[in-house]
């Protein structure tokens, strides 16, 4: 069982935070959608998740019927750190001539010497290799062309692409979410679709807690900074007309009274600069949780213990069953495969290790549906609907599957199947 600080941070995530966290202990992937006028803020509200929250680097793939796999290959990568400049080149010493030495020879130490501080006031032109982000956001994935969504396939299921020049391989710790708008998933190819582990919903009623706390932090950095300079104003010393006036007995030093006096305002200025600065990381940094790599490992292990017993397990399989026969769902499975079955009984493990369990409630069983299969379902035609071959009427069809879609289907399904006491 995890200790109760894990669960206490755990508590305190935001519904994107977790999403992130199930994949992330998973090893998996995820698709994250929301309306169409939203993607952009949706976009930098998952660029703060991974930087505050987990402290990864993420990179934007905004995808194009026009991208192609070049783009794909450059935009999942981290720009090329900056060189430091050489503020201070060494400079080759020129050595006396010795007394000793023939007229019309070269000293052996001055040659050698010369090549080495040549060779040191070179700056090194070694470049790092380009490396893959931890996170990668592919925005409106289901745009992309056919071959750039196969080659984001062979990605997600090997951790490394192949580009023109070389092999990359993805980090360790490495999500690829596709951000989509509202039923955007059903454009993407088929076995990509089935490959993601879990989809989200983001209501944008719900609002961007990160991005809402980083605007906010914004404009208390303005605030603060016109209140610090006020206060570094009023803070400045101002010596009277008696006090700078110097004694006509003493030795005049008016000049040394006048630098410490400045010397005292500035140190003033930034001991309350700082002190404010102080305040507003700490407010900024403990808005909300961190989650380091330690935590995903401690909260994988814990899931890899939980324990499912055979009654919820028989559950499980009565879910997936119903879902494979339900009327509104397509022939021949309608997206409830052998990946999605093992993702169902993945991530229902992952949610009592969030819960602080060692076994799976019948609960998170159907927690678990709702995530699993929305994606992955799809409504059949009402042409290809099963009881019209035995004749049923194509209006009646129609009316009965007018607005049914794969929440329906689940709810429908999770009601009919009783689950263990």
């Not at 935009?75 to 090329?80: C, E, F, G, R, V």
């Not at 609002?207 to 209140?227: C, M, N, P, S, V």
Request: proline residues 6%; negative net charge; hydrophobic residues 35%.
């Amino acid at each position: 069982m995890a200790d109760e600080d894990l669960l206490q941070k755990v508590h305190g995530l935001e519904d994107l935070d977790l999403a992130a966290l199930l994949c992330l202990i998973s090893r998996e992937h995820c698709i994250v959608s929301t309306e169409a006028d939203e993607l952009d803020n949706l976009i930098e509200e998952l660029r703060l998740v991974a930087s505050d929250t987990f402290d990864l680097k993420s990179a934007v793939v905004d995808c194009t019927p026009s991208t192609t796999l070049d783009d794909l290959a450059a935009s999942i990568q981290l720009p090329p750190p900056t060189p430091q400049p050489q503020l201070h080149p060494q400079t080759p010493r020129t050595p006396s001539a010795s007394p000793l030495r023939r007229r019309g020879t070269t000293d052996s130490s001055t040659y050698f010497r010369g090549n080495n501080a040549a060779t040191a006031s070179t700056p090194a032109t070694a470049t790092t290799p380009p490396q893959i982000a931890n996170v990668i956001l592919a925005k409106n994935l289901d745009h992309a062309p056919k071959d750039v969504q196969i080659q984001c396939l062979e990605l997600l299921r090997t951790r490394r692409i192949l580009t023109r020049t070389s092999v990359q391989t993805a980090p360790k710790q490495f999500l690829f979410v596709a951000v989509l708008e509202s039923n955007g998933a059903g454009r993407l190819v088929s076995h990509l679709n089935d490959l993601f582990y879990v989809s989200h919903w983001h209501d944008p009623e719900d609002g961007f807690a990160h991005l809402e706390e980083a605007d906010g932090a914004d404009d208390d950095d303005k605030r603060g900074g016109e209140t610090a300079s006020l206060d570094s104003a009023s803070s400045v010393v101002r010596r009277s007309f008696a006090e700078s006036t110097p004694m006509v007995t003493g030795t005049p030093r008016q000049g040394v009274n006048r630098s410490r006096s400045r010397q005292n305002s500035k140190r003033e200025e930034q001991v309350i600069a700082d002190d404010k600065s102080f305040s507003h990381s700490s407010t900024r940094s403990s808005a909300f949780p961190s989650i380091t790599k330690s935590d995903i490992a401690s909260l994988a292990q814990l899931a890899r213990q939980v324990n499912l017993d055979v009654d919820v397990l028989r559950y499980q399989m009565n879910i997936v069953s119903f879902l494979r026969m339900h009327r509104a769902v397509a022939p021949a499975g309608g997206g409830v495969t052998p990946q999605a079955t093992k993702h169902f009984d993945q991530l229902s493990k992952c949610l009592a290790a969030l819960h602080g369990l060692d076994y799976v409630t019948p609960s998170l069983v159907g927690l678990a549906a709702k995530k699993v299969y929305p994606h992955r379902i799809r409504i059949v035609t009402p042409e290809k609907e099963r009881s019209m071959q035995w004749g049923s009427q194509l209006a009646a069809v129609e009316a009965l599957l007018d607005g049914v879609d794969a929440e329906y289907v689940i709810e429908d399904v999770l009601g009919m199947v009783d689950a263990p006491l």
